[in-house]
């Protein structure tokens, strides 16, 4: 899948790394827009359902990180949710700020400025 290798290739993460991440942040995206914008979304990342049925449960970050996350700039504090699921598939919560622009350029790439405002918008709920 060519975000995966993207992801792999310019963040230094595993192929299960970059799945799951990607997994996370769609289902995160999912729970906050409709289903005919995510349905927009979703198909400029062919295969992106199958990585959203892989992904692990988010969970709570440890040791306190999901708060730290959630005084973020940029909007990113909505994602702090996923830090425990980011942290079960062994990265830090750091790298959801990593994963977020990767995916929204390679989105904008596929589905145009419209698509990747949905969400944009949706990762920064």
Not at 55 to 83: D, V
Request: glycine share 24%; net charge positive; aromatic share 4%.
């Amino acid at each position: 899948m060519e975000l995966i290798d993207q992801l792999t290739k310019n963040l230094g993460v595993t192929e299960a790394q970059a799945s799951g991440g990607v997994g996370m942040l769609f289902n995160h995206a999912k729970g906050r827009i409709g289903g005919d914008d995510f349905a927009r979304v979703a198909a400029a990342v062919p295969g992106v359902e199958g990585l959203m049925s892989a992904a692990p449960a988010a969970g709570e970050a440890p040791g306190g990180l999901g708060k730290l996350l959630s005084g973020l700039p940029g909007g990113l504090g909505s994602l702090s949710g996923l830090a425990g699921g980011f942290s079960k598939l062994g990265m830090g919560g750091g790298m959801i700020g990593k994963f977020v622009p990767v995916i929204l350029s390679f989105v904008q790439s596929k589905g145009g400025d419209g698509v990747k405002g949905i969400l944009e918008k949706a990762l920064k709920r």
